[in-house]
């Protein structure tokens, strides 16, 4: 059953988000294009201006299309599970925790694919940008020298770094997940108001942020105790212990994630079983 909801959900959800991605696509395009072009090379001086404008478009651009995805994923959620769309969705017969999961899991992928979307997109404005300062040549040297003189310094300080990139995606991929459950659970704490339940959820999840992120930095500082104690010990440091102290600030992060996430989807079960209003 959770398979025939996931299809479901999938059909039902990916037009928004693609969308969204096609719009910052576009923007993509019409950026690089646009810094290839001879257009700024023009000698007026408002052309900066022009320049300035065009950065603080392609970066709202970026932001309102990632915030633009968590918003609708967050409104599907309320609407699917909380309103008059709910008497169906929780007459199924399925359990709330496939509803959850089915949401869940086509939730995360096209949080990831617009995450990707938006790194490829500054990857290529950035290329476009320097268009004038990059041969092949140059890219050549400047590869070899950062093999030569940095790799070697990342490895020292962070061991193999081939294991320590699917680290940090494996971090990613946890982190998106307890950011939609974030959502999922606020949402579901908003059906507690008798009205403005939109509102409530609103002021459930900037709750839920401020203490997660003010609870997190103080465990997050307890590694640095030592070297904030001791106003030698940042200078007697190597490198494989700064890199020890990272991996350890990471691990906890994630950890912190997984047992939180935990939590706040257990609490979103819970409300969807005792106490759903659909008033």
């Known amino acids: 059953m959770l398979g025939k909801l996931f299809k479901y959900e999938w059909k039902s959800f990916w037009k928004v988000p693609a969308a969204i991605n096609v719009f910052l696509l576009i923007i993509t395009f019409i950026g690089a294009v646009s810094l290839l072009s001879p257009f700024w090379e023009l000698d007026f001086e408002i052309m900066d201006t022009f320049m300035v404008v065009a950065i603080m478009f392609y970066y709202l651009a970026l932001m309102a299309g990632s915030i633009a995805v968590a918003v609708y994923i967050a409104i599907r959620f309320y609407k699917n599970v909380y309103t008059d769309e709910g ?42 940008a ?36 699917l680290f940090i995606i494996l971090l990613m991929i946890i982190t998106t997940f307890f950011s939609i459950l974030m959502m999922y659970s606020a949402v579901s704490l908003g059906q507690m108001f008798t009205k403005h339940k939109v509102a409530g959820a609103v002021i459930w999840y900037v709750a839920e942020y401020v203490i997660v992120q003010f609870s997190s930095s103080m465990l997050m500082n307890i590694p640095l105790l030592g070297i904030i104690s001791d106003p030698y010990a940042a200078d007697t440091m190597t490198p494989a212990a700064v ?33 759903l209003n659909l008033d």
């Not at 938006?118 to 290529?124: R, V």
């Not at 041969?135 to 962070?158: A, C, D, G, H, S």
Request: hydrophobic share 55%; with cysteine.
């Open 87 to 128: 008497y169906l969705t929780n007459t199924l017969p399925v359990s709330p925790r496939d509803i959850i999961f089915s949401k869940l899991f086509v939730s995360v992928i096209w949080s990831i694919i617009t995450g990707i979307v938006i790194c490829f997109s500054i990857f290529f404005i950035l290329i476009a």
């Open 130 to 165: 320097m268009k004038d300062y990059i041969n092949t040549y140059e890219v050549v040297n400047v590869w070899q020298e950062i093999k030569r003189e940095v790799l070697p310094v990342m490895e020292e300080v962070f061991g193999n770094l081939v294991v320590f990139v």
């Open 243 to 275: 890199g020890t102290l990272i991996k350890l600030i990471l691990v906890g992060s994630g950890i912190i994630s997984i047992i939180v996430g935990t939590l706040l989807y257990f609490l979103t079960e819970y409300m969807m079983r005792r106490k």
